[in-house]
Nanobody
Framework: QVQLVESGGGLVQPGGSLRLSCAASGIRFSSYVMGWYRQAPGKQRELVARITTGGTSNYVDSVKGRFTISRDNAKNTVYLQMNNLKPEDTAAYYC?????????WGQGTQVTVSS
């Protein structure tokens, strides 16, 4: 049974930081490209950051220089360090794991940036 379980969301003031975690089970984690997506109310889900099996990462332009994605294959976990958060970062954040035609999603964690 495949599970991706996100944690670390919450309410933070503008300029603050959060670290999201996604713990995976039931998959060969090291073989999966892992990503973080987000969806704000009334908007389409968008890719925020992605990290390949070799550790190469890419980001949507709006978070470059503020967010960092990383993975720990020994812990089957992918992280998203989010710094200098802005109100426009408010969204539900979802973990995704992809390998060939296999595509798995977590249940999401809410991030709210507000003063």
């Amino acid at each position: 049974q495949v599970q991706l379980v996100e944690s670390g969301g919450g309410l933070v003031q503008p300029g603050g930081s959060l670290r999201l975690s996604c713990a995976a089970s039931g998959i060969r984690f090291s073989s999966y490209v892992m990503g973080w997506y987000r969806q704000a109310p009334g908007k389409q889900r968008e890719l925020v950051a992605r990290i390949t099996t070799g550790g190469t990462s890419n980001y949507v332009d709006s978070v470059k220089g503020r967010f960092t994605i990383s993975r720990d294959n020994a812990k089957n976990t992918v992280y998203l360090q989010m710094n200098n958060l802005k109100p426009e970062d408010t969204a539900a954040y979802y973990c995704n794991g992809r390998y060939s035609w296999l595509d798995h999603w977590g249940q999401g964690t809410q991030v709210t940036v507000s003063s």
